[in-house]
């Protein structure tokens, strides 16, 4: 792997003065209904700074949309969510990602028709401080901004072990690499909250070993911090540090991967045990 990239360089923009360890998001009491459909019920859990934190539970057990709660995708009818220090209710994604939260999806959402390149490029937009006014009386600058973002872009190329693909659609990658391209996009936006729905679905197990790997380091080389939805629960206990439970959209377990694995709740929803 290079490790030419200097992981400092990489995760500058969203100096916050969080400490290591400390909480960097908290979600309190926080429900979320569709009409009549209970999708999230008074949950309350928090993610630390420089950890990783995985979300898991039975299908339909509202993961998706507790990661759609936390990137402003969804405004909760109660509760509510606190980003370094900073509470809030109603958030547009857009705002979210400017505030540093980034996140890949489940079926994954990339320009098809354009390079792993240029879609890793677009995860800059949310950091580019020239507008196409500035570009077009401002020159200088504006072209000295756009080399920068192209220099970052492809540092996480190298980093990613991506190069042999940068000029090739995405559309026409194999599915465990349009997945890494998916994660250098969220990692071009330099997020201090990385928010990844699923990133080993459908993945055979040597990709799974490669996105695990990747995870990992880019945890411990970019200091960023990591909250995964999962379902192979040998990754989530492989990788993570704390693991929130949920169920029917209740939380039912919060804690490090081997105490949640032995919560009688926990098993009980994964073996479909019926519940009051
Ligand atoms: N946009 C929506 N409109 C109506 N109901 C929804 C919507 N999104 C989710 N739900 C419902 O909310 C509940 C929680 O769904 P969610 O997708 O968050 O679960 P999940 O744990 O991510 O499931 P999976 O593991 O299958 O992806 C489900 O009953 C689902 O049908």
Redesign the pocket.
């Known amino acids: 792997m290079n490790r030419a990239v200097d992981p400092r360089d990489l995760n500058v923009h969203h100096a916050d003065g969080v400490a290591k360890g400390d909480v960097l998001l908290e979600a309190k009491d926080v429900s979320?209904r569709?009409?009549g459909?209970?999708?999230?019920t008074k949950i309350s859990f928090d993610i630390r700074k420089g950890e990783i934190r995985a979300i898991i539970?039975?299908?339909?057990?509202?993961?998706?949309?507790?990661?759609?709660v936390i990137n402003g995708f969804?405004t909760p009818q109660e509760g509510t969510i606190t980003f370094r220090g900073v509470e809030r209710r109603a958030m547009r994604t857009t705002d979210a990602a400017r505030q540093g939260i980034a996140r890949t999806f489940?079926n994954i959402a990339l320009f098809k028709g354009m390079t792993t390149l240029d879609n890793i490029m677009t995860g800059r937009i949310t950091l580019q401080k020239s507008n196409i006014f500035a570009q077009a009386i401002w020159r200088g600058p504006a072209l000295r901004e756009e080399l920068e973002h192209r220099h970052r872009v492809e540092e996480i190329i190298d980093f990613l072990e991506i190069q042999h693909i940068r000029k090739v659609p995405v559309g026409r990658l194999p599915y465990g690499l349009q997945k890494r391209v998916e994660l250098g996009r969220a990692l071009a936006a330099e997020p201090a909250l990385l928010l990844l729905?699923?990133p080993m679905a459908g993945m055979n197990l040597e990709e799974k070993e490669d996105m695990s790997r990747f995870i990992l380091d880019v945890n411990s080389q970019f200091g960023t911090t990591i909250a995964l939805?999962e379902?192979d629960m040998g990754v989530v206990m492989d990788i993570s540090d704390r693991v929130v439970v949920?169920d029917y959209?209740r939380k039912i377990g919060d804690g490090p991967p081997d105490e949640v694995s032995k919560n009688q709740n926990v098993i009980d929803a994964y073996l479909g045990v019926p519940h009051e």
């Open positions: 979320l569709f009409g459909v209970k999708a999230i539970g039975p299908n339909g057990a509202g993961k998706t949309s507790m990661l759609n969804y489940q729905d699923e939805i379902h949920l959209g």
